[in-house]
């Protein structure tokens, strides 16, 4: 079966730096999404990889290697603001999205 | 603003009676979707639409039809709502299917 993991909930502090990790086995792969999602909000979408490596937008990074099934999700300069879920979400053979359970991050002042 | 209307809001359902679910977009994306979202679970979609006309059923399809008359509009319907369908429904769209999806904001649904 396909199956995304993310860790459930993560604490940081703010002005942190925090890594959110994604292992995924699926069938196929035709790359790789992160979203945020505020408490009663819509996902919205941060980035996306589907060649290995670190593609950094502002604040945010995301990295993938596709040889060990695995991505992670840089937030540098932790702001309050960020206090949200971040889902995990990978595009299988048949370009169907396949998501996370998601990461409920809490920054703490 | 050009995005994703999802209607209504929130809504609660008594079992057995049926609802459908509004979703119209203004980006003219071919590639429509509905999730639902339930705590723990992650977002499971329920039907998607690679263009008008057509139609797929995703993960979790049961009690759930949906139509795709147009390019804008990809209304959901509950036949006979069950409180296990309570849930928070996600529409959302992308420019076949390549790029990041763009979401509605969402309808809370509660069958009592």
């Known amino acids: 079966g396909q199956n995304i993991d993310q860790p459930t909930e993560m604490t940081a502090t703010e002005g942190a730096i925090v890594q959110i990790n994604c292992t995924y086995q699926?069938?196929?792969?035709?790359?790789l999404f992160w979203y945020q999602q505020h408490a009663g909000e819509a996902p919205t979408f941060l980035s996306y990889?589907?060649l290995d490596g670190l593609e950094e937008k502002g604040r945010f990074s995301s990295f993938l290697s596709r040889s060990k099934g695995y991505s992670y999700l840089l937030l540098k300069e932790l702001q309050m603001k960020d206090s949200a879920s971040y889902l995990c979400?990978?595009?299988?053979?048949?370009?169907?999205?396949?998501w996370g359970a998601g990461t409920k991050l809490i920054i703490k002042p | 603003t050009a995005g994703i209307t999802q209607a209504p809001t929130s809504q609660i359902l008594a079992a057995g009676r049926s609802m459908t679910l509004r979703c119209t977009q203004d980006?003219?994306?071919?590639?429509m979707y509905w999730y639902r979202q339930d705590l723990g679970l992650g977002l499971r979609l329920i039907h998607y639409?690679?263009?008008?006309?057509?139609?797929g059923k995703g993960e979790v399809p049961d009690g759930y039809s949906v139509s795709r008359a147009n390019t804008d509009d990809f209304p959901l319907t509950l036949a006979s709502a069950v409180p296990s369908q309570t849930s928070v429904y996600f529409c959302?769209?992308?420019?076949?299917?390549?790029?990041?999806?763009?979401f509605g904001s969402g309808t809370r649904l509660t069958v009592v």
């Open positions: 979400a990978v595009r299988d053979s048949n370009y169907q999205l396949i």
């Open positions: 990889n589907v």
């Open positions: 959302a769209s992308s420019q076949d299917g390549l790029y990041g999806y763009t």
């Open positions: 639409s690679n263009t008008a006309g057509t139609t």
């Open positions: 699926t069938s196929g792969f035709n790359g």
């Open positions: 980006m003219r994306h071919n590639a």
